[in-house]
């Protein structure tokens, strides 16, 4: 897994392997996995880019997934934070992050009064501003704090777009763990309640009971609500040295 980063791997490539993870689990108890066939076949997978593959195909999913909930919530957290037309617990801060933003990035915020009579013109300004924030704040040695946030936003994302995925993988992983079993204990009239065979659909049903409980809207907004916090205090700091850089060079 060279070729994935470690935002890659986190934010992307462990949502879709824990999609799997019913799969892989139901595998391994029937020692399905310990076949050649299938050994060879999950060797070339991996080899031939599996993992990336994986990784791109949550992307796609939590990026459709980010869009029905930005349009459900009015827009990106960032751009909440930003509007003057919405309501603020912190007026000051909103203001603070307002300037910032628009010394550092050399772009005009609209005002009150702009921004009712053209939202959307509005809220395209502050789009173009946050996104130069977010290349100023890359360096994850610089700013761990909104690299982490980052990272953790993106995998309560892909995890929540992948969701519906992941319950019918691990719906049929259940489904075909009771048949496995039934079957096997009907023709080779072998006990059916062993304890490999309670153990993998105890786990196959933990993993689907999961899959409904753990992702949720509500965790994706909190995670995107603390990167965009985060997001915006790094763009406090930084206009803060690119103006006592201007003061020493004036001086």
Known sequence: MLWLDDYERRARLAPGMLALLPLVIVMAIFGVRKQPAVSAIITALSLAGGPLLLAELVRHYGRKTQESLWASWGGSPTTQKLRLREQSQNSLQRETWR??????TDTSLASARSERANPARADEAIEVAVGKVRNLTRDGDKFPLVRAENRSYGFHRNLYGVRWIARIIALLSLVGCIIYIGSYGAFAKHPIFTTVNVTAVVLALAC????????SSRRVR??????????????????SEKEASQTADDS
Do not use: H, N, T
């Open 222 to 239: 909190d995670a995107a609500d603390r990167y965009a916090y985060e997001l915006l205090q790094a763009a406090v700091i930084l206009c």
């Open 99 to 104: 300037k910032a933003i628009s010394a550092l």
């Open 208 to 215: 689907l009971g999961c899959w409904f409980i753990f992702p």
